[in-house]
């Protein structure tokens, strides 16, 4: 059995009973925290009788006690250990031993930072859950779920746009809570309730990148994604971001192309910032380019799922050719 990425865990349907030990490991700690929230959900007589015990004044004995005495509430118990560092990677022959035969009146959740290959094999006893930054599909997903877990839904131009303005993982699970709270009893969320309650603009480097790309500045773009890597932005989110400016121009393209006013298509493709400069973007593009480059960047989209190591190489390459004009292979699409 192989680790499940954590988006795929958030919409999968739960067994009747829990694994009685999870892992959920890796650098996002939302995810972590979320994931411990899921395990209280899907089985609440859990969260009902649950412990939390921190690293930092714990040894292996203690716990093992832990999870091996019975609860005097009866039934059984969550242990929760908040590993602030290397516990697990300390006691790993414990651990095993524990996951060997674990105890049949707790349920162990782990919530271990960083991204470090943990020893650790998924079995029937265990469950590894792998907490990472999500890419694109992945967020939209993951994001889909929280409103899900709510009883509503979302089309999927609002989604997309969440997703764009939402910031950070803690920011978007906000934004859902506020958007269902708005919205009371109406299940359905719109692409005109997050234009009106989710106000965060582009982050600047990415929109400076977008633009200087859309501008035909290669040295200019080269450099900003060169900066954004080296910052640590994973490159796939990038990519993401750089695919739904484009996406957007594209229809925009089309839409004037039908004779739509200026003001009517930012409205519907829900440009709401820069909308001026969007537009000048989109006329100095033919058609034809415009879904060239899109092409462009579902092809490197595919490199980058099977690059080992060579993210930034990809990157760059297509930030390159998405300054440059590329040859058009027809007008008429």
């Not at 292996?60 to 999870?67: H, I, N």
């Not at 593009?285 to 415009?290: A, D, I, P, S, V």
Request: contains cysteine; glycine residues 8%.
């Amino acid at each position: 059995m192989s680790p499940v990425e954590f988006a795929a865990f958030a919409v999968e349907k739960p067994p009747k009973e829990p694994a009685p030990v999870w892992i959920f490991h890796g650098s996002e700690a939302f995810l972590r925290d979320e994931g411990l929230a899921l395990v209280k959900q899907r089985w609440p007589d859990l969260a009902s009788n649950a412990l939390r015990l921190p690293s930092s004044d714990l040894a292996w004995p203690a716990l093992a006690s832990e999870l091996y005495t019975a609860s005097f509430f009866g039934g059984r118990k969550l242990i929760t250990l908040a590993d602030e560092g290397n516990f697990l990677h300390n006691n790993l022959d414990a651990f095993k031993e524990y996951a060997k035969s674990p105890s049949p009146s707790a349920v162990l959740v782990a919530l271990v930072p960083g991204d470090k290959a943990l020893g650790v094999k998924e079995s029937a006893s265990v469950r590894l859950v792998e907490c990472k930054p999500l890419k694109s599909f992945d967020l939209q997903r993951f994001t889909q779920s929280l409103f899900q877990r709510r009883g509503r839904t979302i089309d999927r131009a609002a989604l997309e746009t969440l997703c764009l303005r939402g910031g950070e993982l803690a920011a978007i699970a906000g934004h859902v809570e506020k958007l269902c709270t708005f919205a009371g009893k109406r299940t359905a969320i719109t692409a005109a309730d997050v234009a009106a309650h989710v106000k965060g603009e582009p982050p600047h480097k990415d929109y400076e990148l977008a633009l200087a790309a859309a501008k035909k500045q290669p040295k200019k773009a080269i450099e900003l994604a060169c900066a954004m890597i080296d910052a640590g932005e994973p490159a796939q989110k990038i990519l993401w971001k750089l695919a739904w400016q484009y996406r957007k121009m594209v229809e925009a393209k089309k839409l004037l192309g039908q004779g739509r006013g200026r003001g009517e298509v930012t409205s519907l493709l829900q440009i709401t910032f820069f909308q001026e400069e969007f537009l000048g973007l989109v006329a100095s593009h033919t058609l034809g380019e415009l879904l060239d480059k899109h092409g462009e960047i579902l092809k490197a989209d595919l490199a980058l799922k099977t690059s080992g190591g060579m993210e930034a190489v990809i990157l760059e390459g297509l930030v390159a050719r998405l300054s440059s004009k590329l040859p058009v292979v027809s007008e008429a699409r």
